[in-house]
């Protein structure tokens, strides 16, 4: 049997700040975890997205050397057209995030921005052109 990509871990030092700016991209994710060391949501399709907090992977795996503000993943979340990729952005650049590279229309077609997510990841946010 060949492996399937199954879960997408991220490693945050505010799990709290981390799910909120998720929850702000659409995502499901089970309210009052806030305070959990792992949280899991379930994506179209089946594969799985979860958090772990600094603490709880120094627990298991203290060689990971997790340093706060430095982001381990890249996510890309296809927005409806164009000026989705433009609102998002700003929504979330207004919301007080930082946002790594305005939105432009890249030359392999896409309209395209970059976002940090709270532990410092990039996130693209994306949608085909015309």
């Not at 909120?20 to 994710?29: M, P």
């Not at 949501?41 to 992977?57: K, M, N």
């Not at 979340?77 to 929504?91: E, G, K, P, S």
């Amino acid at each position: 049997m060949t492996p399937r990509l199954d879960l997408i871990g991220i490693v945050t030092d505010d799990m709290a700040a981390s799910l909120a700016f998720y929850r702000r991209l659409g995502l499901d994710i089970p309210e009052g975890r806030e305070g959990d060391p792992h949280v899991e949501a379930l994506l179209p399709g089946g594969l799985r997205l979860a958090w772990d907090t600094a603490e709880s992977i120094a627990a298991f795996s203290p060689e990971a050397g997790h340093k706060p503000g430095t982001g381990g993943i890249g996510l890309a979340f296809l927005c409806d057209d164009a000026a989705d990729v433009d609102r998002q952005y700003a929504d979330l650049v207004q919301a007080g995030y930082t946002g790594e590279k305005a939105p432009w229309d890249a030359f392999w077609g896409q309209r395209y921005a970059v976002i940090l997510d709270p532990d410092g990841n990039g996130v693209d946010l994306f949608a085909p052109l015309g």
